[in-house]
């Protein structure tokens, strides 16, 4: 059985053991028969994510790898993939080559809309089980696009009853509750417990939320 996870540094588990990252708590959780993918990349934005996902999705297909399950945390909006003119890919974002100029509101949660509409008709079509959840909130503009009726919210972690899925990022709760470790606002260990058991409750897996 196939779990593949994908996201940025807050799925990576930015300075964390990986025990402690809340993939491999949930793997831990689920079954030891399932195999852990995780492609999440510090500083990847939501373009990288759905690429990547694709790609290594399709691979897995073509394996008769089909995941069993897909949990994709979607990062900030103004992340963006770069491709020099010798061919090397760089993440833009806040950090790392800014330089190379970041997204601007409102294209910039319209793109990430429709990054997640691809991703869910794809794992739709392929009849993959998937979960989604925001770590970074996205403009509340993107409710007035057409795509934003065809997103199924049903399949988004709301993550202690937000009724603002999309616009409502898990990191201001994060930083609300003083529960990262750094200014950047990644989880700590235990708040990675509560990302793992908050998606064990959407899977209707009883589990206690910490």
Avoid at 41 to 49: F, L, S, T, W
Avoid at 75 to 101: A, M, Q, V, W
Avoid at 103 to 132: C, D, G, V, W
Wanted: with cysteine; hydrophobic share 35%; aromatic share 10%.
């Amino acid at each position: 059985m196939i779990l593949y996870v994908n996201g940025c540094s807050h799925t990576e588990g930015h300075h964390l053991e990986k025990k402690h990252i809340w993939s491999n708590k949930l793997k831990e959780t689920l079954s030891d028969s399932y195999e852990l993918i995780n492609d999440a990349m510090c500083g990847a934005g939501n373009d990288h994510i759905l690429h990547q996902s694709l790609e290594s999705i399709s691979k897995l297909i073509n394996k008769n790898k089909k995941p069993d399950l897909v949990v994709i945390q979607w990062s900030s909006p103004y992340r963006r993939l770069h491709c020099t003119i010798d061919g090397i890919e760089k993440f833009i974002n806040s950090d790392d080559n800014s330089e190379y100029g970041l997204k601007f509101e409102p294209m910039a949660s319209k793109q990430t809309l429709h990054y997640i509409y691809i991703l869910q008709e794809f794992l739709k079509n392929k009849n993959i089980k998937y979960l989604f959840f925001n770590y970074f909130g996205l403009e509340t503009d993107i409710m007035k696009l057409e795509i934003f009726n065809q997103i199924n919210l049903k399949n988004f972690i709301t993550f202690d009853h937000n009724a603002n899925i999309l616009s409502n990022g898990l990191i201001d709760l994060m930083k609300e509750k003083k529960l990262t470790f750094d200014e950047s606002g990644h989880p700590n260990k235990d708040r990675h417990s509560y990302i793992c058991d908050s998606i064990l409750s959407k899977l209707n897996i009883s589990k206690e939320i910490i």
